[in-house]
C-alpha cells in the first residue's frame, strides 16, 4: 500500500495545523479494516511514535508529549486519516509519517505497521 501524507507547513509556535493522509489509488479499501497511525522523524533523532487510532475510528494512543494537544482521526468512507495538531512547540519539528498498521487495533510499536507513506515537513517557529 502506498500513502501520501500531506498538509504539513511554517507555523509559528502556540499555532495549529492538520496534516492529512490518503492511500493511493485503489488502496483505500484495503486500509479501511486496518489500523493507521503517525510517526514522525525529526533532525538527528530517531522517528518516534505520535498517535495512532484502531479500523473503527476508536481507541486513539498518543506519546505523552502530544497528549491533550494533538488529535488523530480517520475518515474511511473517504480513505483519509487526519492528525489534528493544536498548541504547537518548536520541538514538534519534524517529517511526519503515515502508516498502515499490520492488524485492525491501533498500537504504538514500529513492528505494529507495515506500510509508511512519503512525509509531510512540519516545521513550527519560535
Known amino acids: 500500500v502506498q500513502l501520501q501524507a500531506f498538509g504539513g507547513g511554517l507555523v509559528k509556535a502556540g499555532g495549529f495545523l492538520r496534516v492529512s493522509c490518503q492511500p493511493s489509488?485503489?488502496?483505500?479499501?484495503?486500509?479501511?479494516?486496518?489500523?493507521m497511525g503517525w510517526f514522525r522523524q525529526a533532525p538527528g533523532r530517531e522517528r518516534e511514535f505520535v498517535a495512532s487510532i484502531s479500523w473503527h475510528g476508536g481507541d486513539p494512543l498518543y506519546e505523552d508529549s502530544v497528549k491533550g494537544r494533538f488529535t488523530i482521526s480517520r475518515d474511511n468512507a473517504k480513505n483519509t486519516l487526519y492528525l489534528q495538531m493544536n498548541s504547537l512547540k518548536p520541538e514538534d519539528t519534524a517529517v511526519y509519517y503515515c502508516?498502515?498498521?499490520?492488524?485492525?487495533?491501533?498500537?504504538?510499536?514500529?513492528?505494529?505497521?507495515?506500510?509508511w507513506g512519503q512525509g509531510t515537513q512540519v516545521t513550527v517557529s519560535s
Open positions: 489509488g485503489r488502496a483505500g479499501r484495503a486500509v479501511s479494516n486496518n489500523a
Open positions: 502508516a498502515v498498521g499490520r492488524r485492525s487495533y491501533s498500537g504504538k510499536s514500529f513492528s505494529d505497521y507495515s506500510s
